[in-house]
């Protein structure tokens, strides 16, 4: 049975830092891509950042590059973390864990399984 497990989420003043992590099990991770999305109040959920297991190639959504950064645990190799870096209030959502076998895509409805995701609240 496959679980997504997420946690780090929790409240932090804007410019701040939060680390999630999503464990995974039920997986082969080799052949897996990982992904995080988030869906704030009243809109759709969105692509933030994705991970190929194979060979650790990411993508990261326009809005969050160069403050989020998607990784893997290599030695757990069944965990991977979204770093958030410069947290902004527009930030605020629900974040969720995905998996879906290969390639990354950025559109949720390629992922096969979720995580029951975790709130993160920016305040200003």
């Known amino acids: 049975q496959v679980q997504l497990v997420e946690s780090g989420g929790g409240l932090v003043q804007a410019g701040g830092s939060l680390r999630l992590s999503c464990a995974a099990s039920?997986?082969?991770?080799?052949?897996?891509?990982m992904g995080w999305f988030r869906q704030a109040p009243g809109k759709e959920r969105e692509f933030v950042a994705a991970i190929s297991w194979s060979d650790g190639s990411t993508a990261h959504a326009n809005s969050v590059k160069d403050r989020f950064t998607i990784s893997r645990d290599n030695a757990k190799k069944n965990t991977v973390y979204l770093q958030m870096n410069s947290l902004k209030p527009e930030d605020t959502a629900v974040y969720y864990c995905?998996?879906?076998?290969?390639?990354?895509?950025?559109?949720?409805?390629?992922?096969?399984?979720w995580g029951q995701g975790t709130q993160v609240t920016v305040s200003s």
């Open positions: 995905a998996a879906r076998p290969y390639n990354i895509i950025v559109v949720p409805i390629g992922y096969e399984h």
């Open positions: 039920g997986l082969p991770f080799s052949t897996y891509a």
